[in-house]
């Protein structure tokens, strides 16, 4: 069933008589109690038939709306697998494309009724040309897109050392130390303030083969694509690729899978979870911090108040640092441990 009929069957649910709210429970109780008491009253009628109507009354009303509420949970039931059943199309489809696999792509389009996005379509199929380019040792393209993107790549929480990585597997690549040397002082001498460009620029001075720096490559694709995820705002890694990898080697569901066999039904279903009732060890790559709060003021932290590591790894507000620093104290003691931090050397974050 997908997610239009199931909704279908709900909105069928809502216009029915059967099945619509017909006002709150106690609306309708109070319709029964008042009838029997009328009854009761005019002291016409047994007062123990009068009762035992009235049991039998309420037995039916929530007989009635026990009917109601199952239909209407299995067709919220139906609704929710259906937009499961949705998702995981879409990442599968989303995962395919990134791979570069069109065909494939629109065979699932074909069968699902889905469709892929045309402007991320764009950027899979240039990362993945770029990206194939940089692995055939051709990294001018990569180097072209860095260009077009001068101005982000330079913007905070950048600037980025993707250029100077690409120019530096250029100049490693040329044989000849004089060309070498006038494409470093070209393109390599404008990283000299953030780069170890004199380091490298020596290496010229070994004999041909000789060079440490040979076969010293930077993972470049690696580097490359998370610029590239990061400027077009794509998620970096796959979201397939992801959930397979906690799941599986994380072992997200061995501890579920645990839990349920000693905690049993005590731990309820597992689609009316809103969190893991257990903890799950993931590895560092996978742990997602979009948010930051600060521990001492507990606030959540903006750009105007940035979230600042200090020199032993702790990580406070900036106003909480301020105020560590008040009484124009160069250095600030951190509130986690003994390390005192002086006011230039806590850095910024970026979340
Ligand atoms: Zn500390």
Redesign the pocket.
């Known amino acids: 069933m997908d997610i239009s009929a199931a909704l279908t069957a709900l909105e069928q649910l809502a216009s029915s008589t059967s099945t619509s709210s017909s006002g709150p429970l106690n609306a309708l109780l109070d319709e029964h109690f008042s009838l029997a008491r009328q009854r009761l009253l005019s002291g016409d009628e047994d007062p123990r038939v009068v009762i035992t109507d009235l049991q039998k009354s309420v037995v039916k009303a929530k007989k009635d709306v026990e009917k109601g509420l199952k239909a209407w949970y299995a067709g919220l039931g139906n609704v929710g697998k259906a937009v499961e059943k949705d998702a995981l199309d879409r990442i599968v489809m989303d995962s395919l494309g990134r791979r570069g696999l069109w065909e494939a792509v629109s065979a699932m389009q074909d069968e699902t009724g889905l469709t892929y996005d045309g402007e991320k379509r764009v950027f899979s199929e240039e990362l993945h040309r770029i990206i194939q380019a940089i692995e055939a040792g051709d990294v001018s393209s990569a180097l072209e897109w860095c260009s077009a993107n001068a101005a982000y790549l330079q913007s905070p929480p950048h600037p980025s050392p993707l250029p100077y990585h690409l120019h530096r597997s250029v100049f490693l690549r040329i044989a000849s130390p004089t060309d070498a040397l006038s494409y470093a002082r070209v393109h390599l001498m404008p990283y000299l303030p953030s780069q170890p460009v004199l380091q490298l620029i020596t290496s010229c001075l070994y004999r041909p083969g000789s060079s440490p720096y040979m076969h010293d490559t930077s993972p470049l694709v690696v580097m490359f694509r998370a610029e590239y995820c990061r400027r077009h705002g794509l998620a970096k890694d796959e979201p397939l690729e992801v959930v397979v990898d906690l799941g599986s080697r994380g072992g997200a569901l061995n501890v579920i899978e645990k839990a349920r066999r000693v905690m049993g039904d005590r731990l309820g279903n597992v689609r009316s979870w809103q969190e893991l009732p257990m903890e799950v060890p993931l590895p560092p790559s996978r742990r997602y911090h979009s948010v930051f709060v600060c521990p001492v003021s507990k606030e959540q932290a903006t750009d105007a108040n940035p979230p600042k590591m ?1 020199t ?3 990580v406070i507000a900036q106003e909480s640092f301020t105020r560590l620093l008040k009484g124009g104290r160069r250095s600030a003691k ?1 509130p ?2 003994p ?1 005192e931090t002086s006011q230039q050397a806590a850095q910024r974050l970026y979340f």
């Open positions: 200090l032993c790894g702790h951190c986690y441990c390390m």
